[in-house]
């Protein structure tokens, strides 16, 4: 494959580091721009240029793919677009950005926003993603549900793992019998390389294989480290009164079509085992 010049805006954090590692092993050329907050500790073959997106980029050079993984606002893809010069984008969007359905699966042609779950989240990655419709770029976005995997930036798997392990006990939003779709972070960055070295245009939903309810989830996690999980219920928290604080998921229905981008030839790990794999390799801390 030819070397290309790769320009990543965020990237600092979960996924970006398992995306720049993925474009490395391509022998890329990869520019990192970002704010610094997080890390400006990367690899020596990556070029880290600090910066706020929100004050310009002032990057004259040509890119053949940008890869954007912090925009949130239809204004920050416009300032991108704008500003940049590059062959391809590719957006990091998200399945919460599709309008609430009636039915389920969500596929790629699914009308988006909003979803009152997802708020402000919601509406900012829509417009992002009309922005870039409407631009005449060659581009992409991809659409990941619930993103599992080591150092994980949201409290996810050492939340649940550290309240069956130590207390208190798990309080489930709803009933908790909504059916979930979860993806690991080293498949949403292989689907974010693939996409980018290929320059293959189009919305993309990322999600594996299986569909899970939250119950399910927390008694599977429980066998996993041995310990069966104390569960209660919160039927106040149920879909968009979801307290993310009490627990790291709502009890709301999210499941999306991946047979797009598994056409492709992205794979997924099976749920359980890639959870055992992550808890023995990382979060057996907890």
Known sequence: MRKQNILIIGGSRFVGPLLIQKLLSGDHSIT???????????PSAVRFIKGDRNAGFNMP????????????????T?????????????????????????????T???????????????????ECENVLAKSGVEFAVLRPVYILGPRNYCNREAFIYSRIKNGPPLVLPGNGQALIHFVF????????????????????????????????????????IGKKPI???????????????????????????????????????????????DYENYYNYV
């Not at 779950?117 to 919601?122: A, G, P, R």
């Open 231 to 277: 569960i209660e219920y919160n039927p106040s928290a149920d879909g968009a009164k979801w307290n993310f604080l009490e627990f790291p998921f709502a009890n709301e229905n999210f499941i999306v079509s991946n047979e797009k981008i598994k056409k492709m030839g992205i794979k997924f790990t099976p749920l359980i085992k890639g959870l055992k794999e």
């Open 78 to 106: 416009k300032c991108a677009l704008k500003e940049l010069n590059f062959d391809f984008f590719l957006h990091m969007s998200t399945a919460a950005a599709y309008q609430k359905p009636k039915n389920f699966p969500l």
């Open 108 to 126: 790629e042609d699914s009308p988006l926003g909003g979803w009152p779950l997802w708020s402000d989240y919601n509406r900012g990655k829509a």
């Open 185 to 224: 972070a080293d498949e949403v960055a292989d689907s974010l390389a693939f996409l980018a070295e290929k320059k293959i245009g189009g919305a993309f939903n990322c999600a594996g294989d299986d569909v899970i309810t939250l119950r399910e989830l927390t008694e599977e996690m429980g066998k996993i």
């Open 32 to 42: 990192v721009f970002n704010r610094g907050l997080v890390s400006s500790d990367y």
């Open 61 to 76: 050079e040509h890119f053949d793919a940008v890869i954007d993984m912090c925009a949130y606002s239809g204004a920050q």
